[in-house]
């Protein structure tokens, strides 16, 4: 039981961390631009959102799956395939939860006078600068609340998880994948007990967040 | 006269179709949907079908999903529902035997022995644990005495639909599946049933039916030596 949460956390944790370090530049890049690719851009991160999570693991199964040039690629370099495997499982979490960031961080850095920006420019900061000690600090409520939303997220992942991670008892199962198959199997008190244990987990670590971030 | 106009005028419209709502065993993709498509034909309406795993729907039927008719991929969960007096038990009828196969992305494996190849990295089976076919994998393959040894290998399908696009997409190499999902469109090979429970197929009107008697005239239908004949296509057996 411990293992099962801790691989959980592990994999939610992960995600979370690259959906941060690729979601703001990203987010921070589409507030400010308009025009087709723009929106296109914007839409395109919010399909996991919109598609059916069995469908989300089908599609992903198709293009990281051991026939497609990205997992070919990544068993050519590893050794071993995507597929099946925790990095999979780290994988799915990241794309069904990326949107949440991006689409709180985005209006954040949306919501920053852009006045400031230009002021640190004019005392001739870079932009990696600017974006790291102004736009940041700036958006850093909406970022916090992003990335809480989206460690929720890659804690509940599901479907996606099923299909490209293959539920692999004590190597892939995450929690959320455990209290699906003991409910299936009729096994309600287990479910009910892992239920809880990552309820008060996930509410536990969004609360720390929620407060470090706020101050 | 007046009685003769009033019994004409009384008489009731030709009974409209209803059309059941049905929950089955993803080994019955293929030949429910064929079937449904001939119930329309015949008696005008079509059933609404809704695949997945027969443990889920057991699990949805006990949290009071309403469901007109009920195919089980195995008996083992009619009895779960039928000791909680969920069903109607009179409406319950074996509509066949599943078979296992193996199948493969390229070749399917010649045996169950052949498995333990180093070219067989993953082998995809449905969840065990819920998954009536899951389950039958697990037995053949602690009966033939390879199941320690395919362990690291195995992958898990939440059902049996599932497993097999596993294996479809290339992604796993090997799997166990239902030949009811394969008969038609690939080649495979059989497993000798002896080394698994029978995969008896049972099908029951769920007593939270809104229209039981649409479910009872489907499965009637099914049951019938044309539905029947439909079944053996797809592979199951008497």
Known sequence: ?215 | MIALLLALGCRPEPEACVPPVVLAASDLQHALTELGELYRQRVGCAPLLSFGSTGAYTSQIEQGARADLFFAANASFIDRLQSQALLHEDSRMVYGTGRLVLVGSAAPPPSLASLTDPGIRYLAIANPEHAPYGLAAQQALQASGLWEEVQPRLVRGENIAQTWQLVQTGNADAGIVALSLVVESTPYTLIDSSLHEPLVQVAAVPRSAEHPQAGRDFLAFVMAPEGRAVLQRYGFGP
Do not use: N
Not at chain 1, 19 to 33: E, M, N
Not at chain 1, 66 to 77: F, I, M
Not at chain 1, 161 to 175: C, D, E, N
């Open chain 1, 1 to 215: 039981m411990l293992d099962l949460m801790l691989r959980s956390l592990l994999i939610a944790g992960l995600a979370s961390l690259a959906v941060v370090a690729v979601g703001v530049p990203f987010a921070r890049l589409l507030a400010r631009r308009r025009g087709l690719w723009a929106e296109l851009l914007s839409t395109l991160v919010l399909l996991p959102m919109i598609l059916p999570p069995t469908v989300l693991g089908y599609v992903l199964l198709l293009l990281i799956g051991r026939g497609s040039p990205v997992g070919q690629t990544w068993e050519a370099l590893t050794g071993s395939p995507l597929v099946f495997t925790p990095a999979a499982a780290v994988l799915a979490a990241f794309v069904a939860a990326l949107p949440f960031l991006v689409r709180a961080a985005q209006s954040a850095f949306e919501q920053i006078d852009p006045h400031f920006e230009d002021v640190a420019r004019t005392l001739g900061r870079t932009e990696l600068d600017i974006f790291l000690r102004v736009s940041i600090p700036l958006a850093r409520r909406g970022i916090v609340g992003g990335a809480a939303l989206a460690f929720a997220r890659a804690m509940g992942e599901f479907g996606a998880t099923a299909m490209i991670a293959g539920s692999i008892p004590g190597r892939t199962q995450t929690a959320s994948l455990a209290v699906y198959d003991a409910v299936q199997a009729g096994r309600t008190a287990d479910a009910g007990l892992i239920a809880l244990l990552l309820a008060l987990l996930s509410a536990s670590i969004l609360f720390a967040v929620g407060r470090t971030g706020a101050r």
